[in-house]
């Protein structure tokens, strides 16, 4: 552990003043599986980079790798490669529509983050990349209460909760809400309702979780937005392309570049380093589930 540490001391040293001017990152999340994550996620950071952000969505969904198959586009590598010594970092990142970057990190990057310290030293180096070049950091992760996605989420700026009116869905929204704000206090928590009929439905969807959450957890959660019920996003999702550009009148492309907005007119307060954190969690041997 001792050796892990200094380690860690050693590569974010190297890279103090160059991780000056760092990403507003945010993890993608829900406690249900399904509810959207993914198609808000790339969707998302092409409304971003619309505002001219340089974007890096990263694919930390361990189980399914999604973000390629919504692009229809195949990556040959993985950071998994990088990391192995297998290709430069260059060959990972694949160059998305307007310019997003996507760094299909699902082949077994929590697995990673749990391995041997030449391993670890070698991902830090990759992500930390990723961060100074970046504008925003969206991750898209599993859903779910498991370590990986605890951590992307105890680590970047931001959580956003996605969820639909569903009771099933909100039930889970509040438990993923509730263990995130148990292990990080003062978390900025966006949550986003999903498939609704109006942004009244929306309103009363979050007025009612919201209530809930302020009331028994003593927390303030954001409404960050919302997306209709689209048939545009299915079909978008059948033809490999994202929403955003192959229906860009649609009412989720207009949901979704509303909340792009709202996100980046955000206060730019910055927590510091997200890929430092994670790595801080690690060394600690993560946090008890
Ligand atoms: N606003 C919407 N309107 C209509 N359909 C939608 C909308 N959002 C998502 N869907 C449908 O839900 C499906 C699942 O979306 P997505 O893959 O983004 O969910 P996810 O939360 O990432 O799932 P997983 O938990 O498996 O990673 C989409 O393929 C699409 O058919
Ligand atoms: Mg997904």
Redesign the pocket.
């Known amino acids: 552990m001792e050796e892990q540490a200094r380690h860690l001391r050693e590569l974010f040293s190297a890279h103090r003043n160059a991780s000056e001017r760092r990403a507003k990152s945010f993890t993608v999340t829900?406690g249900?599986?399904?509810?959207?994550?993914?198609?808000?996620?790339l969707n998302l950071s092409l409304a971003f980079a619309e505002l001219g952000r340089k974007v890096f969505l990263v694919d930390a969904?361990v189980?399914?790798a999604?973000l390629d198959v919504?692009l229809g586009i195949k990556p040959n590598q993985t950071l998994r490669d990088f990391v192995l010594g297998e290709c430069p970092l260059e060959e990972v990142i694949l160059q998305g529509p307007m310019g997003i970057n996507l760094v299909p990190a699902s082949s077994g990057v929590t697995e990673l983050l749990m391995a041997e310290d030449r391993t670890w030293a070698r991902l830090g180096e990759a992500l930390t990349a990723i961060e100074e070049e970046a504008d925003v950091v969206v991750v898209?992760t599993?859903?779910g209460l498991s370590r990986g996605v605890l951590d992307m989420a105890l680590s970047t700026d931001d959580v956003v909760i996605?969820t639909t009116p569903e009771p099933t869905a909100v039930v889970d929204a509040y438990a993923m809400v509730k263990v995130v704000s148990s292990q990080r206090g003062e978390v900025p928590i966006h949550l986003v309702i999903?498939?609704v009929r109006s942004q009244s439905e929306a309103e009363e969807v979050f007025g009612k979780l919201n209530q809930v959450i302020r009331h028994f957890l003593g927390l303030k959660v954001m409404f960050s937005g919302f997306?209709?019920?689209?048939?545009?996003?299915?079909k978008a999702?059948a033809e490999q392309r994202p929403f955003l550009l192959a229906y860009p009148d649609s009412k989720?492309s207009s949901?979704v570049r509303r909340m792009a907005r709202r996100l980046s007119g955000m206060p730019e307060e910055r927590r510091g380093s997200w890929i430092r954190r994670l790595f801080i969690l690690r060394s600690k041997g993560g946090i008890e589930l």
Do not use: F, I, Q, T
Request: proline share 0%; charged share 20%; glycine share 10%.
């Open positions: 829900s249900k599986g399904g509810v959207g994550k993914s198609n808000l996620a969904d189980h399914l999604n919504l898209d599993a859903a996605v999903n498939r997306v209709l019920e689209d048939s545009s996003v299915s999702v989720a949901c």
